[in-house]
């Protein structure tokens, strides 16, 4: 039996920062939580509504002006971080090839982007071009490829014990084999990791809908979240609720999946994070 670890003074602190930090940051969130089930709009906290209430999740469920938009951003945010993962993937697994001509130089010129960009009205343009303005899927396009998230899986790759690679060529592999059959089983934690920061960055972007986007059936929840609250554009519904309430519950809808989702993927993203650790 080993001995029991003396708590220090050090550790007493420690548990009382961390408690304060905690308290810091669910009191605001279950502020929201309350205030989005409570009929009456109050500014004071409670633990519990005093008016219990649906009627503002009802609202957004069959108000077209919260429901579009609301649809927009979960498929928008699913189809670009499929295709964000499809074009980091296979661009991280074709730049870890040592025998690849031009690796080098394809290499510089992506980690170029990540320095220098067009400006804002070159990419205006190019958009425009190519038709996504005023179009959704833009959001889809502009973040399908990320050279950062690519550069991870690179480095992931890159870990992975040579011998494997080797092991799969004699067994007669091909690249694209190796790829889907050895590589891929290996990098469940980088993709979860990788594929949560393509997810919240799609999700969460309203400054590319502002900028590109003025037709209202293509815009998504986040920027349709901004307008109601900062512009007071409230949508008229047949159903009796407060503005409080309905600024609160749409708060939750927009925070909600990412805060189901993470304690799933905690352990992936904590070991996707240090990608590229592991050693032959």
Known sequence: ????????????????????????????IWKVVVDSFNAVGVYKFQLWPSDPTLAGYQTIIHT????????NSVVTTIVGTLIGLIMATLGGYVLCQNDMPGRSIFSYYLLFTMIFSGGMIPEY????????VDNMWILVV?????VYNLVLMKNFFEGI????????????????????????PLSKAALASVGLMFAVTIWNDYSTVQIYITNPTQVNFQYQLRVMIMDGDTPTTAYKVSQNTLYYASIVCAILPFMVAYPFL?????????????KE
């Open 64 to 71: 077209a002006k919260l429901a579009r938009p609301f649809i």
């Open 161 to 184: 014990p040579i011998s494997l690679y080797e092991a799969a060529e004699l067994d007669g592999c091909s690249p694209m084999k190796i790829f889907t059959s050895v590589v891929l």
């Open 266 to 278: 905690q352990k992936y993203f904590v070991t996707g994070v240090n990608a590229g650790a592991v």
């Open 1 to 28: 039996m080993g001995r029991k670890r003396k708590i220090t003074l050090f550790d007493i602190i420690n548990y009382i920062v961390f408690a304060i930090l905690s308290l810091i940051i669910i009191i605001p």
């Open 142 to 146: 502009k973040h399908g490829m990320n």
């Open 125 to 132: 343009l190019v958009m425009k071009q190519l038709g996504l």
